[in-house]
């Protein structure tokens, strides 16, 4: 852990203005960086601890009727809040699928989705690694990517995003919210995070300068008829090897509207919505989930090691779609599989 | 003997001490002039060195000193004083010692600081450049030059002699299988990592606070590389938080702690990460080969089994894997062979019964496949070749209870039920998989020596140079000796872990309770003896004409078996004997001439259910019954809780843990605990555990063979079983993960 300096902030503004410092980062519940500044991975200049910012642990109702995440709610109190628990069950149950209690007690909705990836390369200073130290290589090409993606990924990087959190609210289309110099703005999650391409040190759009203020829910539709289906090495606190978060909004018998979002096989919350649009007014069964799987992972690429997420990630878009249809969802404490 | 605590149920009487915090551990013995270590470990598995700087490491405020190969203070010059109890063959690791490359992780600085962040950050900042040489890690790759390792580990049974034709009755068998096995890389992952306090006594004495199995073998270590007389080197480590076989050797980190205590003159903590504990030893890699032949009657006609498993480059890691197939089954005509290929890694170590739950894996997988084919239910097929004798050495069991172990495992899981056919039971989406296996491991004693002392006050204290590395060690030696002087637990203390205290070997083999148990009971009974003595000696002593067969020890008296209520109490006992304590030391040896005759060994049939969602690869282990035959048991408590947490260790093997080998960099990646998944709560369902009936009077003299590994051996094979007759899939290469069961074809 490299020596830094620390600045504990009062306002949001004043927020703003210690993360533009050069190579500051952001200090929430500490849960991903305070290890990777121990593994030598991050070594920050400047700490901006935002944990006592007035204004952002509360959850509120939206004039749309969605609600308000502030970047400081813990994961354990949006996991557990009625009003998540009741109109946006796929978030509650999602975040549930993730780490430990002890975990989602300290992690907030910020820093959840600014975690960084869990590929071993990135882990472990001493290897290469483009995402770590741009230009130095991917040794996961070719080494050991059992965890790795299968979709977007570029010769420079076949890291995932770790988060389950995200991956849910990606299916419900949430906005997060950013503050920066020139004040507020607000990212559709969709293109919150990046693809790696040729900059896979940058895993998301926000800005050098900018902080996460909330997280924005779209008014609820997908209450009934949802699930989030986590495969993973351990039946509990291991991260995805894949995810997805299958939410339908049903019109009688048809399908509405139908979002699938991925976990665990690329560099962010993965999702199709052409795929999503085949099963409009379709009436849901597995032959046509197994056409919607097919258009999901439509050029999908394994690197050998990984290469079994391809057929896992088909296999688990048609259970979960059963699951939603069903509205049976998978239970995030009985590991059976429904 | 009037028992009173042996085999009951006790609660451990280190656990307040545990659950408190109060009890120390290696890395939390401290000392006002405490430096830290960090070590800085090597990014390439093979080469040299051509440059270490340390400018700015030495820099930043707060480093006393950083040690490379190049300043490192000199040690013993020759490789043999780097020996310790349980080394292998072959010249051990010396941390430091030149500019050579071994294995990727190998420690190649340490940074001390006055405080641990600072030598933390200085560690960032020492900068290695290497001239890197082609290494080879893949054991596939180096299997062609496999060799019988010329020198024997002391200690383990090289495989047994070939007996009859194998190849021959093989090839006139009617019914065969032959197939391949592997498991991944395990290491050992204690929840506490290896650490060392050196605390500075002045004089160039030191007490050390090592993580290790045996403060002896830290010691003795110690005293033979650094030059140091025996009685200016204590080691103290009362505690140690899981060890697994990881802390029977002395690791790099007592070397270095060492080293810049006695270089500064002044106390060094070094304390390894979580990712350096995949810097040393692991449970190897092999590529085992096992093939069968019966009659139609199922009975074993041959058995061959062959191991090529990987070692260092600087030592022969040897451990007993083919060995069980020789021993565990009648049969005229085995073969079994053990080589080695030497790969650039470290040197594997024993890790919870070292070999056997490899070996088995691959036998009783193999037996399954066996009686798949022949029509015979698993357990029909083990007892018609049930061995009466160990037939690889031609001796005597002292005592084998599998049989028994085999009819109440299955009665109490109700195997009679099971449909032999795979794919033959479901529950909604579940197919449910019912497997077995035998285990076995060795029930060993090994020289001990204790002491028990009765002070005036009534109190007993025993102590024993042995190491509790969570087992219930204090535990059971406590039972023993309030039982043998007739004390309530409450005022015997047990003493262990430091090696000042009456010679013991490593805490490992499981033979630490049958070993140290009968040492304490000897030196108890030598103190009874003198308070009898004693007791008689009194005035009208009720005890006067009685002689010691006579009389128990029991309620703090000291009483007529034929008249309880004839009796002298300690305390009058005690103080007739007019000394301030009582005192004797005693050490309990094997017999020899036992050992001639007869073998002893723990069995255990573990029988496992599991469930599978087969579209998704996922397996869950819902039941579990591990009836175990193992002489007698002290304490039904912890003795249980032994089993239960070596049946999770088989869990892990069959489904979860795996050590990542990345061969083109030569280094393990996934070293961390969210990566290296060893089973987790929800991983572990019901867990029943036996134990049989089994009466031994020759392995010790308390009739009991030890409990440490057996819970682990077979389990993993039973799960692997379970999983073929859950799905007709047969995973011959562990752990069985997701993406396996969706890979793997139905057997034909």
Known sequence: ?????????????????????????????????????????????????????????????????????????????????????????????????????????????????LQRTRCYYFYDAATPCNKRVPGSGCPAIGGVNRIHAILGTSEQCIATHPSDMAVAMAALEAVIRVSGPGGERDIPIAEFHRLPGDTPERDTNLGADEIIVSVELPAPRFATNYTYLKLRDRLSYAFALVSVAAALDMDGGTVREARIALGGVAHKPWR??????????????????????????????????????????????????????????????????? | MHETHFGSPRSRVDGPLKVTGAAPYAGEFTAPDLAHGYVVSSAIAKGRITRIDTKDALAVPGVVQVFTHENRPRTAFRSNAYQDEVAPPGKPFRALYDETIVYSGQPVALVVAEDFEIARYAASLVRVTYEAEAHETDLEKVQAKAYVPPVKRQGISPPPKPRGDSEAAFGASPVTVEAGYRIAVEHHNPMEPHATTVVWEGDERITVHDKIQGAQNSQSYITAVFGLPQKDVRVVSPFIGGAFGSGLRPQYQLFLA????????????????????????????????????????????????????????????????????????????????????????????DMRAPGAPTGLFAMESAMDELAHKLGVDPVTLRLRNYADIDESTNKYHTSKELRAAYQLGAERFGWSKRNPKPRSMKEGRELIGWGMASGAWEAQMAQTSARATLTADGRLEVACATADVGTGTYTILTQIAADALGLPMEKVTTKLGDSSLPKSPVEGGSWTAASAGSAVELACHKVRETLFKSARGLDHSPLANADIERVTFHGERIALVSDSSRFVTLADALKAAGVEKIEAEETASPSKLTQMRYNSFTHSAVFVEVRVDEELGQV???????????????????????????????????????????????????????????????????????????????????????????????????????????????????????DKVIGTAEAA
């Open chain 1, 1 to 113: 852990m490299n020596r830094f300096s620390y600045a504990r902030p009062g306002s949001v503004a004043e927020a703003v203005r210690e993360v533009a410092a050069p190579a500051s980062k952001v200090l929430a519940g500490g849960t991903n960086l305070v290890d990777l500044m121990k593994y030598n991975v991050e070594r920050p200049a400047h700490l901006v601890d935002v944990t006592r910012l007035p204004g952002l642990k509360a959850i509120e109702e939206t004039g749309e009727g969605g609600l308000r995440i502030g970047a400081l709610v813990t994961n354990t109190a949006l996991a557990y809040d009625p009003r998540v628990q009741e109109r946006y069950p796929l978030l509650s149950s999602t975040i549930l699928a993730g780490a430990t209690a002890q975990l989602r007690n300290a992690a907030t909705t910020g820093g959840n989705l």
């Open chain 2, 258 to 349: 060492v080293m810049a205590a006695l270089e500064l003159k002044r106390s060094v903590r070094v304390v390894l990460t979580r990712d350096q504990m995949f810097t040393m030893g692991y449970r190897p890699d092999g590529l085992q080969n096992v093939a069968l032949g019966a009659n139609q009657d199922a009975t074993l006609q041959s058995i061959r089994h062959d191991l090529i498993a990987n070692t260092s480059t600087f030592e022969d890691y040897q451990e007993a894997t083919v060995n069980w197939s020789a021993m565990l089954y009648h049969c005229d005509n085995v073969t079994t062979t053990h080589k080695l290929a030497k790969t650039d890694l470290y040197t594997p170590a």
């Open chain 2, 620 to 738: 869950r282990v819902t039941r579990i019954v591990d009836a175990v035959a193992a002489g007698r048991i002290i304490n039904p408590k912890t003795a249980r809780s032994q089993i239960m947490g070596g049946v999770v260790f088989g869990i892990g093997m069959a489904l979860h843990e795996e050590s990542m080998p990345d061969h083109n960099l030569g280094r393990f990646m996934n070293h961390n605990l969210a990566e290296y998944h060893v089973p987790v709560n929800a991983d572990v369902h019901d867990i029943e555990v036996i134990f049989v009936e089994e009466h031994d009077t020759l392995t010790s003299p308390l009739g009991v063979k030890g409990l440490g590994e057996i819970g682990i051996v077979g389990t993993a094979a039973a799960i692997a079983n379970a999983v073929f007759h859950a799905t007709g899939k047969r995973i011959r290469e562990l752990p069985i993960t997701i």
């Open chain 1, 272 to 338: 199709v919505p052409e795929a999503e649009a085949l099963l409009k007014g379709v009436v849901p069964e597995r032959g046509a989930f197994s056409l919607v799987a097919d258009r999901i992972l439509e050029g999908a690429q394994g690197f050998g090691g990984n290469s079994f997420k391809i057929d896992l990630a088909h296999r688990a878009i048609l259970r979960a779609l059963s699951q939603a249809a069903a509205g049976t969802p998978q239970s995030q404490t009985d590991k059976r599989i429904q």
